[in-house]
């Protein structure tokens, strides 16, 4: 009994630690038009982020419930044995976490819980333990469905905003008034981020407490104090570890215009709030990358740099697979050496976690060791610094010269 309670503290230790590194690896994308158009100065932007971190967390449970009581039966698993799959499965998704920040590959901190989820699972219980219906329903259909739904919202509202202040202000770029509106939508992603992502690690460590009879299988939701601790260590991960990539994200959409950042940044929140609602577990990042791609092609004159959107679609498919493997590698010590597992896996953990953070000190950060998904997505569409007159324009250009011309 006392090795099975150190092992789900070791889960729940862990699991916290997974929800930090979501707070500094994902949450500063919704920071990063408001810091780019200069609506948001970064210190402000990352603290406001923070707080609403926090409260989002408060505001739904439905997705935890998709991880607690959907992904994985319950019914079919051992006590014994699935607090070692779930401590292995968390190796998975905190390495591979680390090792894309270090790097800077894309990648979604979500799927990479999920992959150490299910790969684990599959190694040290069986396919027959994973609900492949949830699976596709709230894991894999999201994820396909959530960034061209946020992109072609972002178009929709970046050309109706655009076509609105065009004839108040005549300008073909800035709207530099947006910029006000943008520190209202930033905080409505972070919000948004909030009740989505917290939830995750919520479901996480309910599963662990489910597992072993600390909580009724009968009752999915998660306990306040689980709901607390996920909320605030999310929120002090997005404050205390944001810097390195909220600095690459202010640096990479230097092309993003105060309209498209406002556009963007609903539709973003409003995809994300709504799959919360549903109990769909999304990837942020994807969301606000469909997002941002999706306000660039509502700029006239742009065009889709294919390369770059290939480069970002390679890391959305690589990661929950990625992250499996590692999962079902540490599930794999769990599996041969018994309880011993465990702490082999704990050990290693902890040498790959300081290995990767040691490593980044050594390293200035720059874009080309600490990329965002969403920082190159803004360079994903070409849009001319100087946009070719509107049709308006062009008529009233047409109607000058023939009075010149009468003249």
Known sequence: MESAA??????????????????????????????????????????????????????????????????????????DIFPPIIF????????????????????????????????????GVGAAAIDTGVVLSKVILPALIAPLTAGLIAFTVTKIAYGITRRYDMKADGRDGFRWGQIFTSSLVALAHGTNDAQKTMGVITLALITVGWQSSSETDPQLWVIFACAFTIALGTYMGGWRIIRT?????????????????????????????????????????????????????????????????????????????????????????????????????????????????RDEVTSANAMSEVADSGAAVKVPRKPGPTRRQRRLERAQAGRDDRA
């Open 88 to 123: 292995a499965g968390l190796i998975g998704a905190i390495t591979w976490n680390m090792l894309t920040w270090l790097l800077g590959l894309p990648s979604s901190s979500s799927h990479a819980l999920f992959g150490g989820l299910i790969g684990a699972t599959l190694v």
């Open 249 to 361: 994200l202010g640096k990479g959409l230097t092309d993003v215009k105060p309209a498209q950042g406002f556009s963007a940044e609903t539709s973003t929140a409003a995809t994300i709030l709504a799959s919360s609602a549903l109990g769909f577990a999304l990837s942020t990042t994807q969301v606000a990358s469909g997002s941002v791609i999706g306000s660039g092609l509502g700029r006239r004159g742009s065009t889709v740099r294919w390369n770059t959107v290939g480069r970002i679609m390679i890391g959305w498919v690589l990661t929950l697979p990625a992250a499996g493997a590692v999962g079902a590698a540490a599930a794999l010590i769990v599996v041969w050496l018994g309880g011993w597992g465990v702490a082999v896996d704990a050990v290693i953990a902890v040498v790959i976690i300081l290995g990767l953070f040691l490593r980044s000190r």
């Open 6 to 79: 150190l092992v789900i503290v070791l889960v729940i230790a862990l699991a916290l630690f997974f929800d930090f590194t979501n707070g500094f690896h994902d949450t500063a994308n919704a920071m990063a038009t408001p810091i780019a158009t200069g609506a948001l100065k970064p210190k402000v932007a990352v603290l406001l982020a923070a707080g609403l971190n926090l409260v989002g967390a408060f505001l739904s449970t439905e997705v935890a419930k998709t991880i607690s009581g959907g992904m994985i039966r319950e019914d079919q698993l051992s006590p």
